[in-house]
């Protein structure tokens, strides 16, 4: 039922939980937990009917639809403060997901879980979840077919803090040592090697991508 990348999501998702599936799409994910016991009902939500209709189509399929809310909402905005402790936030681009967590304000709960996948824009994803007082509990990296993705596991902390490039860029990927996270290091330490090397032959400030690449390579050793 559902691909490598939901399956890694899903077991990430505590149990009992009060789940958010933000961006649903088709409710695969959600419709899994629930059949499977694991959280207690679901939100699912998007900002268009068209994934909503395939949603309701998937919860009543699999027999679930009694424990699922669907609505149309823009990111969170449709949601209210209590209502969810468990977010999942997967597909979407980093800068995107920023932008949620960003404008709701009661995600700054140290008892709400979010579980975030983002398609691009990793690094600066974990810059705004560091400067605004949340903490990356574990990343996950695992592969799909051809493609690499990674996800993480965050709360909120309430301490703030400016984290390097280099540390925004790798996160915890590096504490792991399953063949998809050395994977992911090794993509990202190509595309940095490139880029330090563009930025140096065309005389602009390479500094931040060097130090990139040295942290990596010191991971990878």
Aim: include cysteine; charge should be negative; glycine fraction near 8%.
């Amino acid at each position: 039922m559902l691909d490598s990348r939901l399956s890694a999501v899903a077991d990430l998702v505590r149990s009992g939980t009060r789940f958010a599936d933000v961006g649903t799409d088709h409710a695969y994910l959600p419709a899994f937990l629930l059949m499977g016991g694991k959280i207690e009902y679901a939100v699912c939500s998007d900002l268009r009917k068209g994934p909503l209709k395939n949603a309701e189509e998937t919860v009543k399929k699999y027999g679930v639809a009694d424990k699922v809310n669907l609505r149309l909402s823009d990111g969170l905005d449709a949601y209210s403060d209590g209502e969810v402790n468990e977010i999942a936030i997967a597909g979407m681009g980093g800068l995107l997901i920023s932008e949620f967590i960003e404008r709701t304000t009661w995600l700054k709960n140290t008892d709400i879980h979010l579980i975030l996948q983002p398609m691009t824009h990793a690094e600066d994803l974990r810059k705004t979840l560091y400067e605004n007082g949340f903490y990356i509990e574990k990343e996950v990296a695992v592969k799909d077919g051809d493609k690499l993705y990674i996800i993480l596991s965050v709360y909120y902390s309430g301490i703030a803090e400016t984290r390097t490039v280099p540390e925004c860029v790798i996160g915890e990927i590096y504490k792991n040592s399953d063949p998809d996270s050395k994977e992911y290091l090794k993509a990202l330490l190509k595309k940095y090697s490139i880029k330090y090397e563009m930025l140096k032959n065309a005389g602009k400030d390479y500094n931040e991508s060097e130090l990139v690449v040295k942290e990596l390579e010191k991971w990878l050793k």
